[in-house]
């Protein structure tokens, strides 16, 4: 199983933390915390990890090298400029592999990773898998963006809708937890440029009612701002 690693991202809501670091660097108890998302994978049994990389880039590939200090093999693909995640997705097609399981660099979620790769590529008429976490197991301070439908009773669930804004919507019952997965034939439908993976992907897999939902009762945590970055290190430091 490869594991994709979304590692590009400016963190502007961390500066000036970020100004001389990239935002999976930044230290959570004791180590970049890039160090406890590689951690849980090779726990997991996944050691083949592909990051992707763009804003200080070097960095990153610097301290992990090839991922043998780690216990696992890491790749790279680096971005000339920043491409969104979808772009970032698209100029690494070459490396994905058919299917991959796929994390933000900046959240962390201990569920099953082999179990959620599992819910992919056990069934044809999914194309690709969120993890979706209900804040009503515990607020994680991030809206609710995503509504799921359920295929029977006590079948399968798939995404039915997946809206970002801030307006409340009580028909938003879930919101994504940073752990997907995804076939690499989705990558062919991303346009060259700047693009995002959830604008503009997401709703063309919705459509076709081939994105999968995969429910967590464990919540997620993330570096995303100040806030956050004090409860994740809380969290590794128990």
């Known amino acids: 199983m490869q594991a994709v690693i979304l590692a590009g991202g400016l963190g502007t809501r961390l500066w000036p933390l970020t100004h001389q670091v990239p935002k999976p660097m930044v230290p959570v108890a004791g180590k970049p915390y890039l160090e406890h998302q ?55 097609r070459e490396k994905l592999a058919n299917a991959f399981l796929l994390l933000y660099g900046d959240s962390f979620l ?69 752990v997907l997965a ?6 062919d439908e991303i346009p060259p440029g700047k693009v995002s993976l959830e604008q503009e992907i997401f709703p063309k897999l919705i459509a076709r009612g081939s994105l999968a939902a995969f429910p967590t009762r464990e919540r997620f945590y993330d570096i995303g701002t100040p806030e956050r970055l004090a409860r994740i290190e809380e969290y590794f430091r128990q």
Do not use: C
């Not at 990389?53 to 696992?72: K, M, N």
């Open 38 to 92: 590689i951690a849980e994978l090779k726990r997991q049994g996944a050691d083949r990890i592909l990051l992707l990389t763009a804003y200080l880039g070097e960095q990153i590939e610097r301290h992990f090298g090839d991922g043998s200090a780690f216990g696992v093999r890491i790749d790279y693909s680096r971005e000339p400029e920043p491409m969104g995640t979808g772009g970032a997705l698209r100029l690494a």
């Open 182 to 187: 995804f076939r690499r034939a989705v990558i």
């Open 110 to 178: 201990p569920v099953d990773y082999a179990a959620v790769y599992a819910r992919l590529v056990s069934d044809p008429a999914a194309e690709g898998v969120v993890v979706v976490y209900d804040n009503r197991h515990g607020d994680t301070s991030v809206p609710n963006n995503m509504a799921l439908r359920e295929e029977a009773p006590g079948g399968a669930l798939w995404v039915a809708r997946y809206d970002k804004t801030k307006t409340p919507d009580p028909a938003l019952t879930h919101v994504e937890a940073g």
